[in-house]
């Protein structure tokens, strides 16, 4: 598909900074995941880029924002691929940058032909080798930027000063707690959006979720920790919103047929992003980045099966949804 959204001609998109992991995508299908010990043939393989920072970044690219990337990759060929794709996304890639020690990271993705679910393990590599005086220094550069968007693919020490610079120059701060890590309680007063899965929440609260209730009382233990507003994504059952105001608000799912759900929470995120920096409301941010999920799930891959813009337009109009 020809790029629609490049950085040069998207200047007045608003700005959006993702810090975080690129990792290259080692991804195969099967009919089922293996379970310990056993192997299984396969049916396909790809590789391509991934990482959870990456991918939302390319979500929101894609979705109209004008994106930097703050990450690290090996200088290897893994590398150069990641370069050349963030360039090609329209992605500012000044912030790009390499390791001389530590190769680009990886993750092994198995995907089940039957249910779409996946099974991941990612070595950040390079990614997880990001230096404090690095990132305050290419935060600052990039500033001013509407919203800052972090995971916890990096290292924590990447993370930490990311919130404390994101904060110091005002930009609202969305954190994707993902993959399940707890965070220090200093720093949930810094996190304007957190927006946790169903393992993520049971993790950060210690309450286990399943349901939509359980998601509540995980959302009402986060904000008492200090984030202001927390969006529990609940897979086929939407997301529940918990807003700065003490409001609570369940948003459904969008019904597709899903033949790889991975990337779909950087889907949301990425797009989620994009709506917030847009102005939408919490509400029309969430239902938007539904949409931009959804239309993620119908593709296998991650990064390359994020959805443009007039994709997601185009998904809630003929729902006849307007956000
Ligand atoms: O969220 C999906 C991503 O997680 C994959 O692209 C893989 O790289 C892992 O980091």
Redesign the pocket.
């Known amino acids: 598909m020809q790029n629609k959204n490049r950085a040069s001609d998207n200047r007045s998109a608003p700005r959006i900074i993702v810090m975080g992991?690129f990792?290259?995508?080692l991804m195969g299908r099967a009919a089922h995941i293996p379970v310990d010990g056993e192997t299984v043939k396969g049916t396909f393989f790809k590789s391509g880029?991934?990482?959870?920072g990456?991918?939302q970044a390319v979500a929101a690219a894609r979705a109209g924002g004008n994106v930097a990337m703050i990450t690290k990759l090996g200088r290897d060929a893994f590398g150069d691929m990641a370069l050349e794709n963030f360039i090609n996304e329209g992605i500012h890639a000044e912030y790009v940058l390499r390791s001389d020690e530590y190769a680009t990271?990886?993750?092994l993705?198995m995907v089940s032909e039957k249910t779409g679910q996946?099974s991941?393990i990612?070595i950040p590599g390079a990614c997880g080798q990001l230096g404090e005086d690095e990132v305050r220094g290419a935060i600052r550069a990039l500033s001013p930027a509407s919203v800052l968007v972090l995971q916890l693919?990096t290292n924590f020490e990447a993370i930490a000063v990311s919130l404390k610079m994101g904060k110091e120059l005002g930009m609202e701060i969305l954190m994707n707690p993902?993959?399940a890590h707890e965070i220090p309680e200093e720093y949930y007063s810094m996190i304007d959006y957190l927006t946790p899965n169903e393992t993520e929440a049971s993790t950060l609260s210690g309450v286990p979720v399943v349901s939509v209730e359980d998601a509540r009382r995980a959302a009402l233990a986060l904000q008492a920790k200090g984030a202001r507003n927390i969006i529990i994504t609940l897979g086929e059952k939407g997301a529940l919103i918990l807003d700065s105001a003490g409001e609570f608000k369940h948003v459904p799912s969008f019904k597709v047929d899903a033949v790889d759900t991975?990337?779909?929470?950087?889907a949301f995120n990425g797009a989620f992003a994009l709506a917030l920096a847009e102005g939408k409301d919490i509400y029309g941010a969430t239902v938007f980045a539904n949409a931009a999920a959804a239309l993620s799930v119908t593709r296998i891959g991650?990064?390359p099966a994020m959805a443009h813009r007039e994709e997601i337009d185009e998904f809630l109009r003929a729902r006849k949804v307007s956000v």
Do not use: R
Request: a negative charge; zero cysteines; hydrophobic letters at 35%.
């Open positions: 992991s990792v290259t995508d880029p991934g990482g959870k990456g991918n990271g990886a993750a993705i996946n991941i990612v693919e993902a993959p991975t990337g779909a929470g950087d991650t990064a």
